[in-house]
């Protein structure tokens, strides 16, 4: 139905910048909201950074200030730009897709779809 594809993990150093890039792919209809949650070892899965289809942006606190999300509605993408970042920024970073698919018999679903994951690792 929904494929989601992430890409721009790595290793950087304290202070350093990523780009996060992830794709949706298949029978999409729409999207309505598309986020970005990471999971650091031994923590809860939390979400970093939300943008809706009516260009609404929220951000946790810790992020607020160097990340920066953003939502290429052409190509069913959403990217989050990571600036100055910290060692404590280490962890997986998921991406989160909520919104409608076609069925074949052309009625629309509700889907709620997450990526694979990649890793960020921030260290000297």
């Known amino acids: 139905q929904v494929q989601l594809v992430e890409s721009g993990g790595g290793l950087v150093q304290p202070g350093g910048s990523l780009k996060l890039s992830c794709a949706a792919s298949?029978?999409?209809?729409?999207?309505?909201?598309l986020a970005w949650y990471r999971q650091a070892p031994g923590k809860q899965r939390e979400l970093v950074a939300v943008t809706t289809s009516g260009g609404q942006t929220n951000y946790a606190d810790s992020v607020q200030g160097r990340f920066t999300i953003s939502r290429d509605n052409a190509k069913n993408t959403v990217y989050l730009q990571m600036n100055s970042l910290k060692p404590e920024d280490t962890a997986v970073y998921y991406c989160?897709?909520?919104?409608?698919?076609?069925?074949?018999?052309?009625?629309?679903?509700?889907?709620?779809?997450w990526g694979q994951g990649t890793q960020v690792t921030v260290s000297s």
């Open positions: 298949g029978s999409i209809f729409s999207i309505n909201t």
């Open positions: 989160n897709a909520e919104g409608k698919y076609s069925t074949d018999s052309g009625s629309h679903k509700w889907f709620n779809y």
